[in-house]
């Protein structure tokens, strides 16, 4: 089984998306699920997404990428947190799921 590779981008691509990445560590270890988590810089999103599963980004985006990506802000202030979680680890379930079957 190959993990999920995930790309957790924040505008300068250390201090949120760090923060964010242990909060997403903690998603995936929780679901059973493992992964693969790289952070960014949010500008790069479009030019690197096509190498992974799914992009989680820390600031509204609207480009279009090659992979799901879902904004993850909540996961930051807390306000809404619990449905992102959700939200991800159906997503992350779905993508390991397609990936290793």
């Given at each position: 089984?190959?993990?999920?590779?995930?790309?957790?981008?924040?505008?300068?691509?250390?201090a949120t998306?760090?923060?964010?990445?242990?909060?997403?560590?903690?998603?995936?270890?929780?679901?059973?699920?493992?992964?693969?988590?790289?952070?960014?810089?949010?500008?790069?999103?479009?030019?690197?997404?096509?190498?992974?599963?799914?992009?989680?980004?820390?600031?509204?985006?609207?480009q279009e990428?090659?992979?799901?990506?879902?904004?993850?802000s909540a996961?930051?202030?807390?306000?809404?947190?619990?449905?992102?979680?959700?939200?991800?680890?159906?997503?992350?379930?779905?993508?390991?799921?397609?990936?290793?079957?």
């Amino acid at each position: 089984m190959r993990p999920v590779k995930i790309l957790i981008a924040c505008g300068g691509g250390v201090a949120t998306s760090s923060y964010a990445s242990v909060e997403v560590e903690k998603i995936c270890k929780d679901a059973g699920i493992e992964a693969e988590v790289t952070k960014g810089k949010i500008m790069d999103v479009p030019s690197s997404s096509s190498n992974f599963d799914i992009c989680l980004v820390t600031s509204k985006y609207l480009q279009e990428v090659d992979c799901p990506l879902f904004p993850i802000s909540a996961l930051i202030t807390g306000i809404g947190a619990d449905e992102v979680k959700k939200n991800i680890t159906k997503t992350l379930k779905e993508i390991n799921k397609e990936i290793n079957n």
